[in-house]
């Protein structure tokens, strides 16, 4: 597969940043000094309102960060194939090339109920907590982000795709739980639009924004330098 080599220490922080990103509002808030007993009942109504779903949530949310995170780093041309290796595997199936490995690869019952259901790749799809389901990328975008200002510049305009949705929400959860984010890929493909537009737009009192210009002829020591 195209992947970048990383060490195994690596991979795990990435699943359980994203994981630990997107369970941010799954957690009680804590607050400081002495719990009054209205706080001690809060906490107790909301450990009860979650009991239920928490289980569903956890296990989903975990895919997707893996999907994001381990399988965030293919290139296109590898990610059919990560596709059909994590569906084997949450199939209990060991996937083609792992038959031989020694001991029993999985069982079937805890993870192939969780997986998106269709034809599409579990690249398009997102888990949606409030529906406690995977629904495609596409449908989670909203008519009135389809509208173009007529006061933007040629290079500021942003059509709406699966692309934009996606990388959108990953640097939305990541921004908001505080991890270091790096998006990469060939040129020309919108990264630095779609970056810019979301830090753009957070909110003023609580970020500041640096841009930084790199080129082709930017190097290693350079950047360092910065």
């Known amino acids: 597969m195209g992947i970048q080599a990383t060490d195994e220490i690596t991979r795990v922080r990435g699943v359980m940043s994203l994981f630990d990103s997107l369970t ?3 957690r009680p808030k ?4 002495e719990q009054s007993d209205a706080d001690a009942e809060a906490l107790q109504e909301y450990c009860e309102s979650v009991k239920k779903d928490l289980p569903l949530w956890v296990e989903n949310i975990f895919l997707f960060s893996l999907v994001w995170s381990v399988g965030g780093a293919l290139d296109g041309a590898s990610r059919p194939k990560f596709d059909e290796f994590l ?15 020694d001991g029993a690869f999985g069982e079937a019952a805890p993870w192939a109920k969780f997986m998106p259901e269709g034809a599409a790749s579990v690249y398009d799809y ?6 406690k389901e995977w629904k495609l990328w596409i449908e989670t975008i909203a008519k009135e982000d389809t509208k173009i200002s007529a006061d933007l510049e040629f290079t ?3 059509v709406p795709t699966m692309d934009t949705a996606r990388y959108s929400f990953l640097l939305t959860s990541l921004l908001a739980a505080s991890k270091p984010v ?4 060939p040129t020309g493909t919108g990264k630095t639009v779609y970056v810019q537009k979301k830090l753009l737009g ?3 009192d609580q970020y500041s924004c640096i841009f930084i210009n790199y080129s082709a002829q930017t ?8």
């Open 24 to 26: 941010m509002d799954l």
């Open 30 to 33: 804590a607050g400081g000094g």
């Open 87 to 101: 569906r084997a595997a949450a199939a209990g199936r060991p996937p083609r090339g792992y038959d031989k490995v």
């Open 126 to 131: 997102v888990f949606e907590k409030g529906k």
């Open 156 to 158: 500021q305009i942003v």
């Open 182 to 185: 790096l998006f990469v890929g």
């Open 202 to 204: 957070l909110p003023a």
């Open 219 to 226: 190097s290693v020591r350079i950047g360092t330098r910065l």
